[in-house]
Structures are given as structure tokens and as C-alpha cells.
């Protein structure tokens, strides 16, 4: 940020991102803030009680809000021992060394194709199947790693990723606690990607209002695709009839304008309403190609 009082324009800002889960309605909230403390997310959640799922950064998990329980990132959990293997030449080099760091991804991997079964379930219903298939396998998983904490060299690769795992592991499995959770927060990780793709063209926020106002375009944008719309049709239904309508700030007025309400127009919709599944997948359509952006910055 260029133009941010009392600051250096090297001084790093950080847009956040807060988003339901994978298994409840589409809603992404992008915040712009100068710091990545903790202060962050326990002022936006202050009042809000439910599940944080996310990697395993420490301020997220000391924040002392009641009503809010934590759920770790099992991918994350995953990446460090894939990183291993792959350091250590892959899958087939690491078969016949008895390699820890493969048992491990192999199980973890597991777990996800179990879980992938419940995804058309609804949450009771893949409560249950979790408590029935993924309890086991994660309580195995804990045992098993634990005994191979001691074989490990303390200090390297594998060692701290053993504790990095056996650290979260309690929070990974509050999955099992609520059926809406998903095991990774990889869904969070997708939606940023818009932004990231965005920053490597205007490169800066000149002011903070100007940032302010980049998270809140990037919230409605990215909301309205993840819930099916067509991201420009939907942004000139809202500029054409918000303007207008007498009943706008009256309570509950803004609530028909949201990308899952009944009102918005079929118009603006990519897919029929209820079916979102695709327009989730769909590519986003920059004006400018960034990597072709990036070459020619890095040639100029």
C-alpha cells in the first residue's frame, strides 16, 4: 500500500479471507489489514461462535474467543511429508527404504478417499459415517505416529514434521464433532487465488480506502461465482437496482440483493439455481494473461 499514514510504502499489508465451509452456501469475506497478528481474526470472529478451520499458524489457535473451536489443516499436515518424499526421489526410491514420510502421506491419503465417499451426504448423515470410518483411522494414525516419533533425528525434515503433526492432530480430528467441516481448507486457499491472480497486475493498493474497497469488490465477485452467477451480469443487476430501491437501508433490505437470494434474476445465473457445483470450476477470465504479464515486466 502506497499511501498508508505512518507507514513505508515497502511495509507490507495482508488482505484476509474469511469463507463458509464446503458443505454450507458460498460466502467469502475479504478484509484488507496493515498486520497478520492475531488481532485480526479474533476481532472479525469477536461475537461469532462455531469451527475455524486452517493451517497451522499459531496466532489462530490462541485467540481466546469462546464458542470457537479450531480444526487444523490435514493438508497441510499431508504437504510436509509429500515434500519429503519428493525430496527424497519419490514414491519408488522411498518403497524399498521403509520410509516413514511415505507411510505416513499414504495413510493421510487415506483418510481423504474414505471421507471423499460422504461428500453427497447430507451433515447428520456424514457425521455418523465419519464417527464410523474416519475415528478409527485417524485414532490409528495418531498411535502409529507416535511411535515413530523416536526414530526420527531430532532437528531434521521428518522429525518436525512428525510434531508438527502429532501438535495439530486433536485439532484435525474435531472434524468428526460436525458433519458441515471439511478436513482441509483448501476451499479458502481457491477463493484467495483470485486475488493473488489480480495483485500480480496492479501490483499495489495506492491508499487504504482503496484497498478497503478492492476487498470489497473481490467479496461480492468471488462469492457470486462460487454461488453460480455471472460475476458481471450479477455486479450490473446490483448497480442498476440498489441505486434505486426506497427500502435499501430499512432492515433486511440488502438481504435480496445477495448472491443466494431467490430475487436475483435468473439472467445472472451460469447454471440452474441449486447447481453451482460447475460454476465453481469455471476458470476465471483475466483481461490480462498474468504470466505473460509477468514476462514482460521481467523482460522491460
Known sequence: MLKEP?????QKSYMWLFRTGPHEVPNCVFECRPTRSGS????????WSGYLTTDGYGPYFDMGLPGVTNTACLVH???KFAEIVKSAGGD????GADSIALE????????????????KMGHEQRKRARDKRLRPLMESFQRWAEAALPKAVPGLALHKALLYALKYWPYVTNVLQDGRLGLD????????????IGRKNFLFSDTPAGARASA??????????LNGLNQRAYLEWLLTE???????????????YLPWSDDVPEGCRLVPRGEVDEAKALPDEPIVDPDELEAALGDS
Open 6 to 10: 505512518g507507514r513505508e510504502p515497502r
Open 40 to 47: 485480526v481474526p479474533r476481532e472479525f470472529l469477536a461475537g
Open 77 to 79: 499436515v499431508r504437504r
Open 92 to 95: 519408488a526410491a522411498c518403497e
Open 104 to 119: 505416513v502421506r499414504r495413510r493421510i491419503d487415506r483418510i481423504f478417499r474414505v471421507d471423499s465417499k460422504f461428500d
Open 185 to 196: 481448507n483448501n476451499i479458502a486457499e481457491r477463493a484467495i487465488k483470485s486475488f493473488v
Open 216 to 225: 470489497a469488490i473481490y467479496s461480492i465477485v468471488v462469492t457470486a461465482k
Open 242 to 256: 440498489m441505486p434505486n430501491d426506497p427500502h435499501l437501508r430499512a432492515p433486511g433490505g440488502v438481504d435480496r
